[in-house]
Every structure is written in C-alpha cells, then in structure tokens.
C-alpha cells in the first residue's frame, strides 16, 4: 500500500471526516482485527508454548499496545503501519494453521479454531478493500493539509514578527 501518485490542486479539498463507508472500513477491520489477534495469539499459545497465565497475560498485554500504536499510525495516514498489519496478519495466519492441521478431532478448542480461522479471512478482506486503503489516503491527505497549513502560518508569522520589528526600530 503506497499513497496515490496523483497531483493534487489547490481545488481538492480534504473535509474534516472521511467518507462514511471509508470510516466504516475503519472500524470494521479494526474490530476484526482485534478479534482474529486474539484468537490466533490464543491458539498459538496453547498449541505451541506452556507459557504461566502471567506471561501469555504479559504477551497480550505487549500486543495490545503494538496494535494500538499501529492503529493510530493508521489514522494518521501511515502507509507502514497499514501494509505492517497485512504482513502481521499473514505471519499470524501461517503459524497458526499448523496448529489447525495437527489439531484432534475431539480438541475443546475447535469453535475456537473456527472463530479464528473466520476471522482471520475476515480481516484480510477487510485490509485488503478499497475502502480502507481510500481511509488511509484520505487521512494521508488530511495531515499533509494540516502541515501545510501550519508551515503557511508560521511563515505568515515570521513575516509580520519581522515587519513589527521594522516598525519598532523607525
């Protein structure tokens, strides 16, 4: 994912919120997200460690923050931060499909496989839509109108912090 290469004019105005269903994409893959993280963090903990409680708490609670950082990179425009979650998503998915092929037929943990398994499809779909990646652009687009708006004023407040001075010294 890369932003768009395409010239913007001084006409192309950025509101102040995406498009609706650029939004919901947003909050779609991020709730799916969060869902099939969980699930496929889970199943791989029980399938390949024997981590205490406290670790694999420690380890949830490591991930948590990770993706929270990343999500908020995302909703500042970040192209790495977005492609980071697909390659995150697709490592996640092959370690954990292993675990899924050598799984017993009779394991407690089968709707659990399920569940991630659904939701790991789900959430590669929904980062791979248009929609999202429109999301990304748009706030992309947004926070480069904001830095360059505040270059704008800055500049305008150089120059009239140096006429003042001007005036000032006459």
Same mark, same amino acid.
């Given at each position: 994912?890369?932003?768009?290469? &395409?010239?913007?004019?001084?006409?192309?105005?950025?509101?102040?919120?995406?498009?609706?269903?650029?939004?919901?994409?947003?909050? %779609?893959?991020?709730?799916?997200?969060?869902?099939?993280?969980? &699930? +496929?963090?889970?199943?791989?903990?029980?399938?390949? &460690?024997?981590?205490?409680?406290?670790?694999?708490?420690?380890?949830?609670?490591?991930?948590?923050?990770?993706?929270?950082?990343?999500?908020? $990179?995302? &909703?500042?425009?970040?192209?790495?931060?977005?492609?980071?979650?697909?390659?995150?998503?697709?490592?996640?998915?092959?370690?954990?499909?292993?675990?899924? +092929?050598?799984?017993?037929?009779? %394991?407690?943990?089968?709707?659990?496989?399920?569940?991630?398994?659904?939701?790991?499809?789900?959430?590669?779909?929904?980062?791979?839509?248009?929609?999202?990646?429109?999301?990304?652009?748009?706030?992309?687009?947004?926070?480069?109108?904001?830095?360059?708006?505040? $270059?704008?004023? $800055?500049?305008? +407040?150089? $120059?009239?912090?140096?006429?003042?001075?001007?005036?000032?010294?006459?």
């Amino acid at each position: 994912m890369k932003p768009s290469n &395409t010239p913007r004019s001084d006409d192309d105005i950025v509101g102040l919120l995406p498009p609706l269903k650029a939004i919901f994409a947003f909050l %779609s893959s991020t709730m799916l997200m969060i869902f099939s993280i969980t &699930t +496929l963090n889970y199943v791989i903990l029980a399938s390949y &460690t024997d981590f205490s409680i406290e670790l694999q708490l420690g380890y949830f609670f490591g991930s948590i923050l990770v993706f929270c950082g990343f999500n908020f $990179a995302v &909703t500042r425009g970040s192209f790495f931060a977005a492609t980071a979650f697909n390659c995150y998503m697709i490592v996640l998915f092959s370690v954990f499909l292993p675990s899924v +092929l050598l799984m017993d037929a009779q %394991s407690k943990l089968l709707l659990i496989y399920l569940i991630g398994i659904v939701f790991g499809l789900l959430t590669f779909y929904a980062l791979n839509n248009k929609y999202y990646q429109a999301f990304v652009q748009y706030q992309f687009d947004a926070v480069a109108d904001q830095k360059q708006a505040l $270059a704008e004023l $800055a500049a305008e +407040l150089a $120059a009239e912090a140096g006429a003042d001075k001007k005036r000032n010294q006459l």
